[in-house]
């Protein structure tokens, strides 16, 4: 239903983009996030973005780093990461709400993919 990819090695102060392709139902009239989890730790927020694109947030780690977006038409999500860092190393998946305006508590999202994997070497 929801599938990120894009994610790879990345020496720091890289950036890679990551997309998450999502179906119909699952995407549209949906807010859409991305979290992270890293190896031992719990699935953390990074960004959010409301079904039209219009209001999004970031986590504190990555605000000003990351830019989340979205393609309605091509039902999509995207990921751009810049100035990476070490620990922004973790598995990266991206996640539909049930309602238009997103929030950052992942027990609000309803839809799930399998995640990509990110890894920034210093």
């Known amino acids: 239903q929801l599938q990120a990819s894009g994610g790879g090695l990345v020496q720091a102060g890289g950036s890679l983009r990551l997309s998450c392709a999502a179906s119909?139902?699952?995407?549209?009239?949906?807010?859409m996030g991305w979290f992270r989890q890293a190896p031992g730790k719990e699935r953390e927020f990074v960004a959010a973005i409301s079904w039209l694109g219009g209001s999004f947030y970031y986590a504190p780690s990555v605000k000003g780093r990351f830019s989340i977006s979205r393609d309605n038409a091509k039902n999509a999500g995207y990921l751009q990461m810049d100035d990476l860092k070490p620990e922004d190393t973790a598995r990266y998946f991206c996640?539909?709400?049930?309602?238009?305006?997103?929030?950052?508590?992942?027990?609000?999202?309803?839809?799930w993919g399998q995640g990509t994997l990110v890894t920034v070497s210093s």
């Open positions: 119909g139902r699952t995407f549209k009239d949906r807010a």
């Open positions: 996640a539909a709400m049930n309602r238009r305006d997103w929030t950052n508590d992942r027990r609000d999202y309803y839809y």
